[in-house]
């Protein structure tokens, strides 16, 4: 085959895949708020949450975010975001012991977070709620999955919702519109570099 035979052949493929692509953008036109899971263990479960959080403040929405297990106070997403006026943030962890003696504790903390967190959920005003490392209180059980997927679904219609965390459950999974699993592939950490100001916190 000549080289303009190959050029053509490319552009015509070319052409019938923008076709077929531009076929499934006009079907797709609907709209709802949605729920996003960011699961796996690779980085860049939060720090996606929070690219979409720069993306809505950018459209001039406002926005919630909920932070169940931290173990830090001292991130660079707080100190930008939280100072916001369009930002509502929320550290419930730092307590959780992860510690069999203490459950009693660890579930009265996670119930006492919720509390914090449901009227995000049932505020119209707020755009995007990132419910950081929610995956954890769930997989351990110290909140109940179909209170929390409840509570979630009774959202207001147009509210977008992130959800992050390792070890997603399959009734969050199943409730989500959009599932992704960040892979493991390889952490500076393994190789002996603490976590990096910038890029890790
Ligand atoms: P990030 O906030 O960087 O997007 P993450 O939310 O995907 O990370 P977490 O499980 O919440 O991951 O862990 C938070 C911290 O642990 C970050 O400092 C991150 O770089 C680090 N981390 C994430 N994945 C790994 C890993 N596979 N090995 C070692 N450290 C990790
Ligand atoms: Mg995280």
Do not use: C
């Not at 409840?150 to 070890?167: E, F, K, L, S």
Request: no cysteine; aromatic share 6%.
């Amino acid at each position: 085959m000549s080289d303009s035979e190959k050029a053509e052949r490319h552009k015509k493929r070319m052409q019938r895949k923008e076709a077929v692509v531009d076929a499934s953008i006009e079907r797709a036109d609907k709209e709802k708020g949605l729920l996003l899971v960011l699961t796996g263990n690779g980085k860049g479960k939060s720090s996606s949450a929070f690219g979409m959080l720069a993306r809505a403040l950018g459209h001039g929405m406002r926005v919630g975010v909920a932070q169940f297990i931290k173990s830090r106070t001292d991130t660079g997403e707080e100190a930008f975001f939280s100072k916001l006026e369009q930002v509502e943030w929320h550290v419930l962890g730092g307590g959780f012991s992860w510690k069999v003696q203490d459950l009693d504790k660890d579930i009265a903390l996670a119930e006492k977070g919720w509390e914090t967190t449901r009227p995000l959920l049932q505020n119209p005003d707020i755009d995007l709620v990132v419910l950081d490392e929610l995956t954890y209180p769930l997989k351990y059980g110290w909140l109940d999955t179909d209170a929390i997927l409840a509570d979630i679904a009774a959202r207001p219609p147009m509210q977008h919702v992130v959800v992050t965390g390792r070890g997603a459950t399959q009734a969050l999974l199943d409730a989500a519109d959009t599932v992704s699993e960040l892979e493991d592939v390889k952490h500076a950490f393994r190789a002996g570099y603490k976590a990096q100001r910038g890029v890790d916190l």
